[in-house]
Structures are given as structure tokens and as C-alpha cells.
């Protein structure tokens, strides 16, 4: 029973900054890994960040390594994507999940919100 609400989404010029919320209902949020993900237009949906439950850990996919920047707030039971240097090739939709580690980062629950749109002009 997971229910994940993504926000913080919008239009933004290249080289500007985002930050995108999740507000999840999760059982024990601070004991699950939490990430991000986004697709963007005719690709497949994405790997962008995690965050250990703890919040001491974090994994960044090559595309957002040094722009982007994931944190927790368990006492909120949310999770945030803060965005800068925006490029035009960050357009997509993002969602966040409940994750795990594998071959791959997989979503718990298999499980997604609406996602939240970020689009950006150049």
C-alpha cells in the first residue's frame, strides 16, 4: 500500500533550478531507499537518484551527478530532488518510488504517481 504524490514540477529556462517534492505513504519510510526516476519524451522511464532510508547515502545516475542533489525529510515522509545548471535534455516526467538495488534500481511496489513535469527551454 504505497500512495506517492510528486510536485514541484514546471517550466524552466537551461541553466536555472528545480526542486521537486514527494510526498509518500509509505510503510516505515525512514527504513526504505527512495528514488527518483523520469522518462522523457520517447524513452524509457529512467534511473536519476536514491537515498538510503537513513538519508546517509546517496546514488546519482552519471546525468545527475554534480547538478542534482537528493534528500530526505522522514520526519515529513518526503523526499526531495533538488535541480540546477538545468540542461534542455532534463525534460521529462519525474516520479518518485520506494526502491531496491539490484541489477538495477527497481521500484518496491511497482507502484507510481502521476510523476511531476519538468520542461526545459533553452
Known amino acids: 500500500q504505497v500512495q506517492l504524490v510528486e510536485s514541484g514540477g514546471g517550466l524552466v529556462q537551461a541553466g536555472g533550478s528545480l526542486r521537486l517534492s514527494c510526498a509518500a505513504s509509505?510503510?516505515?519510510?525512514?527504513?526504505?531507499?527512495m528514488g527518483w526516476f523520469r522518462q522523457a519524451p520517447g524513452k524509457e522511464r529512467e534511473f536519476v537518484a536514491a537515498?538510503?532510508?537513513?538519508?546517509?547515502?546517496?546514488w546519482y545516475a552519471a546525468s545527475a551527478k554534480d547538478r542534482f542533489t537528493i534528500s530526505r525529510d522522514n520526519a515529513k515522509n518526503t523526499v526531495y530532488l533538488q535541480m540546477t545548471s538545468l540542461k534542455v535534455e532534463d525534460t521529462a516526467v519525474y516520479y518518485c518510488?520506494?526502491?531496491?538495488?539490484?541489477?538495477?534500481?527497481?521500484?518496491?511496489?511497482?507502484?507510481w504517481g502521476q510523476g511531476t513535469q519538468v520542461t526545459v527551454s533553452s
Open positions: 518510488a520506494p526502491v531496491r538495488q539490484g541489477q538495477r534500481w527497481t521500484p518496491l511496489y511497482d507502484s
Open positions: 509509505v510503510p516505515t519510510f525512514s527504513n526504505n531507499a
Open positions: 537515498i538510503s532510508g537513513g538519508g546517509y547515502t546517496t
